[in-house]
Nanobody, 115 residues
Framework: QVQLVESGGGLVQPGGSLRLSCAAS????????VGWYRRTPGEERELVAA???????RFAGSVKGRFTISRDDAKNTVYLQMNSLKPEDTAVYYC?????????WGQGTQVTVSS
């Protein structure tokens, strides 16, 4: 079972930026897709951003143009750069790695956007 360790969450003011990191315990090439979900209390889990083994990316409509996803294959790490943050981006963000519809998850990192 791969271990995924997230970091980079915290408190930021509206309009600010954060970068989340997700370090995997094995090569991310072992997975069809890696990326980030988020969840707020009482809401469904939402896919925020994903990158597949071919480098193709996709984003939730609510974050397009503000968030980018990238990976460092040498470090087995996936990044989520979040710019122009809004209060509605407040959530726990979870890194995932998926292969053949089997998902592994990180422990989650809290992002709070507030003045």
């Amino acid at each position: 079972q791969v271990q995924l360790v997230e970091s980079g969450g915290g408190l930021v003011q509206p309009g600010g930026s954060l970068r989340l990191s997700c370090a995997a315990s094995e090569s991310i090439f072992n997975f069809n897709s890696v990326g980030w979900y988020r969840r707020t209390p009482g809401e469904e889990r939402e896919l925020v951003a994903a990158i597949d083994i071919g480098g193709n990316v996709r984003f939730a409509g609510s974050v397009k143009g503000r968030f980018t996803i990238s990976r460092d294959d040498a470090k087995n790490t996936v990044y989520l750069q979040m710019n122009s943050l809004k209060p509605e981006d407040t959530a726990v963000y979870y890194c995932y790695a998926a292969v053949h519809f089997r998902y592994s998850w990180g422990q989650g990192t809290q992002v709070t956007v507030s003045s």
